[in-house]
């Protein structure tokens, strides 16, 4: 109880900090709401330092506050999946020199605790990694090394050795998922890194896995000290579900959702705010949510904001499995994932599906007469956000907006202060007249 009284009472000091008084359609509204969910307090809102479930309660709160009722006793669907979480300080140093993380290198999010000082570096190059007989008398040979310490494999100079990008990528995507040299970590040189996300994250490793920068390796390289953790553990998280009766079709359904979650942090030294991925989405779901409220809907209207989006579409895909409702009532699920900026307009995803097309064709024509953003731009159905599961039951779409102002993807730039919302109040209007329309 110690734990929930504590979370409860940080939510309520954020909404102090950040209040959320105003009308519907606000975009002063979504900013601050947005400023709460990327905020330090939350770590990214993945499973570091319990970020993702206070979010969940500050969701939670805004709903009921909202006047929309729970589809469950407490507001949330629960479930749980394998996942990882690197939670404290992480450092990485080359020859006594100490790196900057994320600028410098990037631990997987997969990646085994590790705590190792001055341990060897040895390297591999392409002929012996391609190489059945080579690589065996490598191993054989370096065997004490190897075991004690790590693997370097300089990602980018292969192509000098005629060896394709399609086998660098293959070779390494493998030793994601298994290191058969036995070594304690494996160090990837790479001229840019990765973009850090939780891809992998459900299966555990007995190695770390980290990529590095060649631009600071020097040609002696000897040893390497790598401090971090990073727990494999069952997460159990939960999906916020409420709704508001419609006054005409109750029993048919507009549904409005978002993806609550991010990526959490690469330990204590790299939070990824997550402002446009997906505060904005979330803070646009709860605005409808306030707008409805005070203007009650023809048709019962839905509000689902998902954890485990980032991890693979896991609360969504949880939900359509496990669902607190009739998808066969369902006119429509509306899915908005990062949605600040839209100085070019917004993306719709799946526009031309049977039970799509006509909202699509209202968005553009509403947008023809009103010019109220730059372009509605139609794309055919893909499984990249939230939307993909409805879509194999019932009418479902994918809103983003393009262009405009945001921070970095899956980057700790991705912050409240780097969000441009010149162009929500248009985006909001021009979907709720089509919701209207419905």
């Given at each position: 109880?110690?734990?929930i009284?504590?979370?409860?009472t940080?939510?309520?000091c954020?909404c102090?900090?950040f209040?959320?008084?105003g009308?519907?359609?606000?975009?002063?509204?979504?900013r601050?709401?947005?400023a709460?969910?990327?905020?330090?307090?939350l770590?990214?809102?993945?499973?570091p330092h319990?970020?993702?479930?206070?979010?969940?309660?500050y969701?939670?709160?805004?709903?009921?506050?909202?006047?929309?009722?729970?589809?469950?006793e407490?507001?949330?669907?629960?479930y749980?999946f394998?996942?990882h979480?690197?939670?404290?300080q992480?450092?990485?140093?080359?020859?006594?020199?100490?790196?900057?993380p994320?600028?410098?290198?990037?631990?997987?999010?997969?990646?085994?605790?590790t705590?190792?000082?001055?341990?060897?570096?040895?390297?591999?190059d392409?002929?012996?990694?391609?190489?059945?007989?080579?690589l065996l008398k490598?191993?054989?040979?370096?065997?004490?090394?190897i075991?004690n310490g790590?693997?370097y494999?300089d990602a980018v100079?292969w192509?000098?050795?005629?060896?394709t990008?399609?086998?660098?990528?293959?070779?390494?995507?493998g030793?994601?998922?298994?290191?058969?040299?036995?070594?304690?970590?494996?160090?990837?040189?790479?001229?840019?890194?990765?973009?850090?996300?939780?891809?992998?994250t459900?299966?555990?490793r007995?190695?770390?896995?980290?990529?590095?920068?060649r631009?600071?390796l020097?040609?002696?390289?000897?040893t390497?000290?790598?401090?971090f953790?990073?727990?494999?553990y069952?997460?159990?998280t939960?999906?916020?579900?409420?709704?508001?009766?419609?006054t005409?079709?109750p029993?048919?359904?507009i549904?409005?959702?978002?993806h609550?979650?991010?990526?959490?942090?690469?330990?204590?030294?790299?939070?990824?705010?997550?402002a446009?991925?997906?505060?904005?989405?979330t803070?646009a779901v709860?605005?409808?949510?306030?707008?409805?409220?005070?203007?009650?809907?023809?048709?019962?209207?839905?509000?689902?904001?998902?954890?485990?989006?980032?991890?693979?579409?896991r609360?969504?895909?949880?939900f359509?499995?496990?669902?607190?409702?009739?998808l066969?009532?369902v006119?429509l699920?509306?899915?908005?994932?990062?949605?600040?900026?839209g100085?070019?307009?917004?993306?719709?995803?799946?526009?031309?599906?049977?039970g799509?097309?006509?909202?699509?064709?209202?968005?553009?024509?509403?947008?023809e007469?009103q010019?109220?953003v730059?372009?509605?731009?139609?794309r055919v159905n893909?499984a990249?956000?939230?939307h993909?599961?409805?879509?194999q039951?019932c009418?479902?779409i994918?809103?983003?907006?393009?262009?405009g102002?945001?921070?970095?993807?899956?980057h700790?730039?991705?912050?409240?202060?780097?969000?441009?919302?010149?162009?929500?109040n248009?985006?909001?209007?021009l979907?709720l007249?089509?919701?209207?329309k419905?």
């Open positions: 109880m110690g734990r009284c504590h979370l409860i940080l939510i309520i954020l102090a900090l209040p959320t008084t009308s519907a359609q606000d975009s002063n509204f979504v601050k709401s947005i709460i969910l990327s905020s330090p307090e770590w990214g809102r993945g499973g319990g970020g993702e479930l206070k979010a969940a309660q969701i939670r709160t805004q709903l009921t506050e909202a006047g929309a009722k729970p589809l469950t407490d507001g949330f669907q629960h749980e394998a996942a979480k690197m939670e404290g992480v450092a990485c140093s080359l020859n006594g020199k100490l790196l900057s994320f600028w410098d290198y990037r631990i997987a999010p997969y990646a085994h605790t705590h190792i000082k001055d341990a060897p570096v040895v390297r591999v392409a002929s012996t990694l391609l190489n059945a007989k080579k490598f191993c054989d040979r370096n065997a004490p090394l075991r790590f693997l494999i100079s192509r000098n050795k005629k060896v990008d399609k086998e660098v990528k293959e070779l390494i995507q030793l994601m998922f298994n290191n058969p040299f036995q070594s304690k970590g494996i160090l990837i040189g790479v001229d840019e890194l990765p973009i850090w996300g939780l891809n992998y459900d299966e555990e007995n190695y770390a896995f980290i990529y590095v920068k631009s600071i020097t040609k002696d390289m000897q390497i000290s790598v401090d953790d990073n727990t494999f069952t997460k159990k939960q999906n916020v579900c409420f709704k508001i009766e419609g005409q079709h029993d048919s359904m549904v409005l959702t978002a609550y979650d991010h990526l959490g942090c690469m330990g204590d030294s790299v939070i990824f705010p997550g446009h991925d997906n505060g904005s989405g803070s709860i605005d409808f949510a306030r707008h409805f409220a005070k203007n009650p809907p023809a048709y019962t209207t839905v509000f689902l904001l998902f954890s485990g989006e980032e991890s693979g579409l609360g969504s895909r949880y359509v499995e496990n669902t607190l409702i009739d066969n009532k006119k699920v509306i899915n908005l994932d990062m949605f600040c900026g100085e070019e307009g917004f993306t719709v995803v799946n526009y031309n599906s049977e799509t097309q006509s909202f699509y064709d209202n968005l553009v024509k509403i947008n007469e010019h109220l730059a372009k509605v731009n139609p893909t990249n956000s939230d993909y599961f409805f879509s039951h009418p479902a994918f809103i983003y907006t393009m262009g102002r945001y921070g970095g993807y899956h700790f730039t991705d912050t409240c202060e780097n969000c441009g919302l010149e162009c929500y248009n985006i909001f209007s979907l007249q089509a919701i209207r419905l």
